[in-house]
T-cell receptor
Framework: GDSVTQMEGPVTLSEEAFLTINCTYT??????LFWYVQYPGEGLQLLLK?????DKGSNKGFEATYRKETTSFHLEKGSVQVSDSAVYFC??????????FGTGTKLQVIP | DVKVTQSSRYLVKRTGEKVFLECVQD?????MFWYRQDPGLGLRLIYF???????EKGDIPEGYSVSREKKERFSLILESASTNQTSMYLC???????????????FGPGTRLTVL
């Protein structure tokens, strides 16, 4: 079945550091890929998405590129802020409404 | 903007009680989902519904049931709460199926349930 693997956290960075959170997936066909973010005390919200190979999703300074050859969708940001502290979930869907989530990576940014 | 609301943010119940968690969405979406979120396990799908009175089991339905009497409301029921059901429960709805496989989910704020 489908699965998503993302790096274990927590990840602790200083403000303005470069962020990478790795995500790889297993799925047949051509899934759509997502990154969701969960701020403390809130539900998940969509951060960015990519629907086909080589697409780059971007939002709020975050980017991720859909790499079918390596089945990866790594999240990057050039300069993190304290306000980026949250839990980040990588996810995929193959269009049947059902979404498969990774286990989440907690990011803590310190001033 | 899609709005998904959940009836309680925090709930404390005792073992054996019947527990109702309610979710309401305002976008007329057919598809609604209940997940539980636990540290190290991510989100796991409990049940989902494609339409009124229609429901399907997810990955971990044991100990839960659901009700969808109206399109905008999807309830999760714990018939007899147990301590291992202490968790964060998240409701979600999804945009209608498009020709592409893109389906963004919209989440409620979550209900943190503690079973004593």
């Amino acid at each position: 079945g489908d699965s998503v693997t993302q790096m274990e956290g927590p990840v602790t960075l200083s403000e303005e550091a470069f962020l990478t959170i790795n995500c790889t997936y297993t799925a047949t066909g051509y899934p759509s890929l997502f990154w969701y973010v969960q701020y403390p005390g809130e539900g998940l919200q969509l951060l960015l998405k990519a629907t086909k190979a080589d697409d780059k999703g971007s939002n709020k300074g975050f980017e991720a590129t859909y790499r079918k050859e390596t089945t990866s969708f790594h999240l990057e940001k050039g300069s993190v802020q304290v306000s980026d502290s949250a839990v980040y979930f990588c996810a995929l869907t193959r269009g049947y409404q059902k979404v498969t989530f990774g286990t989440g990576t907690k990011l803590q940014v310190i001033p | 903007d899609v709005k998904v609301t959940q009836s309680s943010r925090y709930l404390v119940k005792r073992t054996g009680e019947k527990v109702f968690l309610e979710c309401v969405q305002d976008m007329d979406h057919e598809n609604m989902f209940w997940y539980r979120q636990d540290p190290g396990l991510g989100l796991r799908l409990i049940y989902f519904s494609y339409d009124v009175k229609m429901k399907e089991k997810g990955d971990i339905p044991e100990g839960y049931s659901v009700s969808r009497e109206k399109k905008e409301r999807f309830s999760l029921i714990l018939e007899s709460a147990s301590t291992n059901q202490t968790s964060m429960y998240l409701c979600a709805t999804v945009t209608p199926l498009a020709p592409s496989s893109y389906n963004e989910q919209f989440f409620g704020p979550g209900t943190r349930l503690t079973v004593l």
